[in-house]
């Protein structure tokens, strides 16, 4: 096998059995650690695809902020004692899992059909490692330039919502 | 992708390089330990460790061993796999980040061209950040396991300081990566080649006397990139972490013996990395100033004969160059904790978030009005107006 | 990148430590002779105080949000900041600069939004 | 042959096949789980998911408009992340309780 091949499927292992552990784990903070786990996989997984950017991106915004601030939130609350971290009902529970293996199973039959049907075009497999980080940007800045302006603004007003939700009444910052 | 090297010689120089750096690494923390000690005690008018082998050198050895026997300690109330995965998980991010610096030019042999650094990273300085901000889940894992509110308080202060100061260093950063338009650190490096020229507004000026370093043309960012990593370190005057006072000692309350080393070297690390980039952004990392590496390389060929000689010499030359300059950054991060009081918890959020920021936000604003408009505009002066800039140009400029 | 080359590294530094740890278990030992008092966790002496819910300020996560969404905004820019000199090249340079402006001012607003409503005040 | 061949040349079904699982694992999270920011993490997950896809098929086609996707995905998680959070945070506050069932009483 070559070393690209056996990195994949080290990687594979690592994102999966982390996300696993992530929906089993009944302690919600050994929860987001493995999900914070799931994320540094991904990143890597990013980075056998050539997405150099978005795998530091990714360690950034997701690994060290979102997952930080859920971690720091459990911790706050220490909800260490559950009662109850699945839900009840064997019946419900197993049409839960069994409609979650069958929308499973017709992705994966729909990507081996389709991949028997249509020929991927095989640009990726003798192209030279390019530095997508510039390429990626022109095409934010030149083509895609109003969806970033709209997440300017998205996250403007996620950042007043937030301080405005903690402020109002019954919220963690409210003024008495 | 996986590009340790093409042939079984490579691969293995280069694995054993990147184990070399991380040893180095581990071995540079009792060192600095050492001259933390030394170092307050100079300032504080003591002696310091001075009993134990010559300057106490041999000190660090006796503490390692004195802290291999200390018994393992586990109290009740913790988590105890995240109380042994907390000090583990501690060395990773700090280490990892660090080998992407680059300490010296590459060392060509025969045909293999080897990198003096743990890996090539095209998109190096998004690599060295998103790696490091992985540090704030030690010191959460830390806090938390230790099932102690002390140390749960001193976790919380302490990833609310390192987020809070992950902005302004972010942000400063973005100025430098304009002025040199790449991600890749040694790119940076070999564009602070030669001599300090500014060229815009359709003139060009070059001052031969000064080398061309990132901190003429980025001051305002050098000081707020070192002021964040400071903080970002946890060491004074930002270690709120462990304020002795209210706190006990911070995250690792409950921690002694081994695992409490373990988080002192993740400590150093991340003294280091701040250390390696300030070198790196701002102060021509391994260059010499006024000497090129070609001009290093043919002195080595004209006395050593032979061109693998010349390229290791090279190399050596550099790699000591690059420490000089990290050195001389280590020692400004130890006298400046001996010399300066700790800040309150709240200067330290406005510092960061209400002045830090601001001024990194300006700094970039300023930067790309001023990369924009020398593109695009050219100024130019009435005659008597230009005779008086040249004269006072000529005075900068003469060799 | 060599990702193998730091999957590797990661792997060892890893093992590392728990080699440390597992040394520093054998030679020092483990705590034998235990006791209440021992191991308690530390509080300066005094008897530990059981507490339903520890008080730690929500001001922290506040700060966490607030942090999340000005991280994105400063990731934002960093594919401009290494891009603007080929940007000027190709002659696209003002469009970019000027959508990049926009971008900052909303950001300017919001930090001047966050510090005014006092967002940002610890006590 | 064909197993060999199936191990060794990672194609773009590889990572379609690795992001339908992990999204399904995501989905297995929201349903089975009655923690309010454990739900949350699955939504992350599932996100997660979605962006391998983007950046595969942004490979394998040569295509960065998907790259620029998950840049936007990933900013569209962060902000659903901290509205999310501090919804819970107020919840909890208020309630002293983060599992779903609970808000089962809220109706009415």
């Given amino acids: 096998m070559s070393v690209d091949a056996i990195l994949f499927w080290i990687l594979t292992l690592v994102v999966l059995v982390s996300a696993m552990s992530v929906i089993l784990m009944t302690n919600p903070i050994y929860s987001a650690l493995c999900l914070a786990m799931t994320m540094v996989g991904v990143a890597a997984i990013f980075v056998t695809l050539n997405a150099y950017f978005l795998a530091g991106v990714q360690l950034i915004v997701y690994a060290g902020a979102v997952m930080v601030l859920f971690v720091m939130v459990l911790m706050l609350f220490d909800l260490k004692h559950e009662l109850q971290s699945f839900s009840r009902g064997k019946f419900t529970g197993a049409l839960k899992i069994g409609s979650v293996g069958i929308l499973a199973g017709l992705i994966v039959g729909a990507v081996t059909i389709g991949k028997s049907l249509t020929e991927v075009k095989a640009v990726a497999e003798n192209a030279v490692v390019v530095d997508t980080t510039k390429i990626l940007s022109q095409n934010l800045f030149l083509k895609n330039i109003f969806g970033f302006e709209a997440l300017g603004v998205l996250l403007l007003v996620i950042a007043v919502g937030t301080v405005a939700l903690s402020r109002s009444k019954g919220g963690t910052h409210a003024r008495d | ?399 | 990148m060599p990702l193998g080359g730091i999957i590797f590294i990661t792997v060892f530094i890893a093992v590392f430590g728990v080699i440390l740890i597992y040394l520093a278990r054998a030679i020092g030992g483990v705590a034998k002779r235990t006791s209440k008092a021992k191991m308690e966790i530390y509080e300066c002496g005094i008897e530990e105080i059981e507490k339903k819910d520890t008080k730690v300020s929500v001001k922290f996560y506040l700060t966490a949000i607030l942090f999340i969404l000005f991280d994105i905004e400063i990731i934002f820019m960093y594919p401009w900041a290494v891009n603007f000199r080929d940007f000027i090249a190709s002659g696209s340079g003002a469009f970019v600069f000027i959508s990049m402006m926009i971008f900052l001012a909303i950001f300017i607003y919001g930090l001047w939004w966050e510090i005014k409503s006092k967002a940002l005040e610890w006590d | 042959m064909l197993e060999t061949s199936f191990l060794n040349n990672i194609g773009l079904e590889h990572y379609l096949v690795l992001s339908a699982v992990l999204f399904s694992l995501g989905m297995a999270g929201v349903l089975l789980r009655r923690n309010l920011i454990v739900l949350m993490m699955s939504i992350e997950l599932m996100l997660n998911a979605i962006n391998i896809s983007f950046v595969a098929f942004s490979k394998f086609n040569n295509n960065p408009e998907g790259q620029v996707m998950v840049f936007f995905v990933m900013t569209i998680a962060a902000a659903e992340a901290a509205v999310g959070l501090a919804l819970a945070v107020s919840i909890f506050k208020r309630f002293k309780e983060v599992n779903i069932r609970f808000f089962e009483h809220l109706k009415g």
């Fill in chain 2, 1 to 399: 992708m996986t590009s340790m090297g093409t042939s079984s010689f490579e691969i293995t120089v280069n694995i054993i390089k990147t184990l070399a750096v991380f040893l180095m690494m581990v071995q540079a923390v009792p060192i600095l330990v050492w001259l933390e000690r030394r170092g307050s005690a100079f300032i504080q008018n003591r002696f310091g460790p001075n009993r134990v082998g010559p300057l106490g050198l041999v000190q660090l050895l006796a503490d390692a061993v004195k802290f291999l026997h200390k018994e393992d300690f586990v109290p009740d109330k913790a988590n105890r796999f995240l109380f042994y995965a907390a000090p583990v998980f501690a060395l990773i991010p700090a280490s990892i980040a660090y080998m992407a610096i680059p300490m010296s030019t590459p060392l060509i042999l025969g045909e293999s061209r080897f990198l003096i650094q743990g890996f090539e990273i095209n998109v190096g300085i998004v690599f060295i950040l998103g790696i490091s901000s992985l540090a704030a889940y030690t010191i959460l894992m830390a806090g938390w396991g230790s099932g102690s509110k002390f140390s749960l308080m001193g976790a919380m202060r302490a990833s609310a300081q390192i987020i809070s100061y992950e902005l302004a260093l972010g942000l400063s950063i973005v100025g430098v990566i304009m002025t040199y338009g790449t991600f890749n650190l040694t790119d940076m490096i070999t564009a602070q080649m030669g001599a300090l020229n500014f060229s815009g507004f359709g003139y060009t000026t070059t001052i031969s006397w000064l080398p061309n370093w990132g901190i003429f043309y980025q001051p305002v960012a050098a000081v707020i990139f070192f002021a964040a990593a400071f903080a970002e370190s946890n060491r004074l005057p930002f270690d709120l972490a462990e304020g002795e006072a209210e706190l006990v000692a911070g995250f690792h309350t409950e921690y002694g013996g081994f695992k409490m080393l373990m988080f002192f070297i993740g400590e150093y690390g991340h003294m280091m990395i701040a250390a390696g980039l300030m070198t790196t952004f701002f102060f021509g990392g391994y260059l010499i100033p006024y000497i090129t590496p070609d001009d290093v390389y043919q002195f080595g060929l004209n006395n050593f004969g032979s061109e693998t000689a010349a390229h290791i010499f090279n190399s050596a030359v550099h790699f000591l160059m690059y420490n000089v300059k990290f050195a001389l950054f280590l020692w400004i991060f130890i006298h400046v904790r001996w010399t300066l009081p700790r800040f309150r918890y709240d200067q330290l959020m406005d510092l960061g978030w209400k002045t830090m920021l601001p001024w990194a936000l300006g700094n970039t604003i300023v930067t790309s009005i001023v990369i924009f408009s020398a593109a695009y505009f050219s100024i130019s002066f009435p005659p008597a107006v230009e005779d008086v800039l040249k004269q006072i140009f000529k005075y900068f400029t003469r060799t």
